[in-house]
DNA sequence: TACAATTACCAAAACGTTTTGGAAAGAACC
DNA sequence: GGTTCTTTCCAAAACGTTTTGGTAATTGTA
């Protein structure tokens, strides 16, 4: 049985309210009376109960994370990073971080619910933002709060963070230019993900400064895994005029697109050039290595999590939509440093 | 505010023990009432504060997981896959997940302490278990559910599931042998893991079966990442007498290692072996794609959650020890189905 | 010395459930 | 008609905190 605060006033003879206020750093009490207090209570090992806490402070200390509803089972480095952000952040701040998996949007709209309704969560971090997002339109109006990787175009003010890769993606093509690649082509994600569209646009808008060509043709949607980057990346590689630069959504459709290039029996960096987004540490160890747009993945999430904690706090943002400028790694998957084999 | 069962009951004058009552199923309410409370309650849109029923009954209806403390940022697919597990299966038995990322020892300790003195969880599932592992004769003492994967030494009885490879290393050495390898190495993880102990022993045990060399100072301790695979593979290619085929511990370390091997101009597959263990789905696209020795870590995650929840309702358990065979996937890093490059 | 202000403490209420120990009303039995 | 079961409900206690609204004792002020 844990030791309760009643426990610890039977033994120094005080009332439970002195206890919790001592502990508490209220101005009430004596200051020998607090350190009497707390030294009690650190050599009794109490703990609060936190049930008891939260039903009385009306504040439950989580912060809630849901993976979003996949089809296929996912292994992205990217999640690992971003929940480990998010973790230690909540731990500095003597928060919880309550994580769920939703397998099917319906299982993903009564994990919302049930963790709104029930005061499992203060408040919640979303990412992988659709352009419409329910998610989104549904916290706005619990007002609960809530801060977000990308932004959805729901009129529903919230802080997030967003990543700008138009300079980026603006120094890759005229990268690629120099290196001699001519045909561009994307392969992304679900086209309602922000990221999908954002992208995309980007890649569009450099295309026509550095003067690349880009074919809508060559756009296509994959899952964001490994299988899905290779199963597209086969399908344009083998179409009739394929591109010979592919931009993937992520490091990790980068992955299969690469797999899928040395099938073809391509010369990567030469004969295809191949880049991904995000950064993974995975990337580096590719072959060959892989060009990509790195974003620091476990700072977004902590400081995600400060937005929400600040926000709990009643502290004002002062930065409540940042932007983050993605840096561009150039390896060898697109043609830097020929290898040495 | 959300709605009380003080609402419900008021709506439809009873009291709020027969709602409670109601809704839980009990017989001692008149079914015709409990229909009328089931749907009321849905309709006002109720759902129980969590803080309240865990205060009451005990029980906080939550499983923790803490991911071990690491060095290094981590991105392991494996993880992924593991939580993906945890959370599936958990949402199915109305638990939560609560997660915490344990940036060193002590705050690993901690964060345990906190966990199980504060009520916050009412069992955890455990992995990357030591030979001697404090955490589970910490948690031994405090009489909490748990469940791990592999086993320490440690005497304490607990549920766990153990991965047994002394068959699939002895087919995976049979086929390095076939192929033409005499030399094999190994890079692990940090030596007290028990995973690093027994793929070691597996093995060796399977070298001498089989009749290959297996030369000790041809085991390494690298840190579980593909960057530590790399430095470990390259410090191992580039000595005096190197092996020519290297089993790594996990894919992560073999995607390094496959780095290093291409870095040093070497034909994967031909020159030398390299294989790792848990079947990731990128291991299939790596080039050369990654033999491995396949485990299901999503089920394996959904089994211990089993475990927990099943004690955690005071069930036996037919089978408190599980054993796993692994899975060899023969690919082409050891040299089958050659390339048509 | 009387009065006000400050300091240090505490009893009781509250948070929203679940659980305990009945109690009233009707049915069943003799 | 009186007893004993059943059935269906409920009032009150309990879970372990925090918070509210005090009170007694001490100090300061006139």
Redesign the pocket.
Known sequence: MPI???EVAKRL??????I??A??GYS???ED?RQLVIRTAREMGYT??RA??Q????KSETIGFILPAITQRIAKPFFMEFIAGLGDELTVHGYDLLVANATTEQNERDLYQRWVDSRKVDGLILNRVSINDWRIRFLGEQNIPFATLERSSDEVEYPSIQVDGSEGYLQLTSHLREMGFKQLGFIGGPEELVNHANRLAWIKQAADRVGLAFDPAHTLSADLTSTGGYLAAKKTLTSPHPPDAILCIDDETAFGALHAAHEQGLVIGQQVGIAGFDGTPESLHTEPSLTTLDIPVYDIAKELVLMVVKTLAGEALTEPHKKIIPALLVRESTGNQRKVK
Do not use: Y
């Not at 003879?13 to 002195?18: A, D, E, K, V």
């Not at 039903?55 to 009306?58: A, H, P, V, Y």
């Open positions: 309760t605060i009643h003879n005080l009332s439970i309210t002195t919790s206020r502990l508490d009430d009490v004596a009376t609060p109960n008891a806490r039903l009385r402070r009306k």
